[in-house]
């Protein structure tokens, strides 16, 4: 999978009116970073939700590749989700230790729980939180806690990263990390999608595409050549 993209999207929800996306056409690229920009409430979650499959247009298709993803079978769905994460803004914390919490998705794809802390000690040491490993994660800060649903995300390796407000909850330090370990992900010949709302980010990040959006719609897109 290289490319997921989204063609003439329309969404709202179920008990609104007024729609949330109107007309998106935009796709997301492996070997890339880009940038949804706006304010709260310009649709950047519900965007980035449907650009990580989680919701279906109401209007629209979202291709992978070349197949329209929404009439696949249900196996071939399954397969191409797993090479997509989205992390939420508001970090998703289970029960038991960081440790726990990290090594939950490796260990529902089956590997044995020797190699997943194994992994997830070496995603825990690149975010330079090892000292985190076996505290109780219900009991991290909201810092912490950020940095965790991170970890469970990049120790998947995923194809395309779908990351929601990364940022909101990092002191300077965590920030400039975290945007280093996303340029190794770019590197690594994978895609990452930040949603911002603090245009001062958009220069630290340098991200190859920068889509501006507003009440719902795309005002303006740039590339890196351009930012």
């Given amino acids: 999978m290289n490319m997921i993209s989204l063609k003439n999207v329309w969404y709202k929800y179920s008990n609104s009116r007024e ?8 796709s997301f690229r492996t070997k890339e970073i880009t940038v949804l920009l706006g ?19 109401v ?3 979202v291709y992978i ?8 079978d249900d196996h071939e769905k399954l397969i191409i989700r797993r090479t ?24 529902l794809r089956g590997f044995d729980k020797r190699e997943a802390v194994e992994k997830a000690f070496e995603v825990l040491k690149e975010l330079e939180i090892e000292e985190l490993a076996y505290r109780d ?8 806690s950020q940095l965790i649903s991170l970890a469970r995300a990049l120790i998947l390796k995923p194809q395309i990263m779908f990351l929601d407000e990364p940022f909101s909850h990092l002191d300077k330090n965590k920030r400039t990390k975290l945007i ?13 999608v930040i949603s911002i709302h603090e245009e001062s980010l958009v220069e630290k990040i340098s991200p190859d595409n920068l889509i501006e959006i507003e009440n719902g719609e795309i005002i303006n897109i740039k590339t890196s050549q351009k930012i």
């Fill in 59 to 61: 209007k629209g298709s």
């Fill in 19 to 26: 729609w949330v996306l109107k007309n998106i056409s935009i």
């Fill in 39 to 57: 304010p709260n409430g310009s649709g950047k979650t519900t965007l980035m939700k449907i650009g990580s499959l989680i919701y279906k247009p």
């Fill in 65 to 72: 590749d070349d197949k329209d993803y929404w009439s696949l």
């Fill in 180 to 192: 280093n370990i996303l340029r190794r992900v770019k590197e690594e010949d994978r895609g990452v």
């Fill in 137 to 144: 994660a219900s009991q991290l800060s909201a810092g912490q």
């Fill in 84 to 107: 997509i994460v989205y992390v939420h803004e508001k970090p998703v914390i289970l029960r038991g230790s960081v440790v726990d919490n990290i090594i939950y998705g490796l260990r």
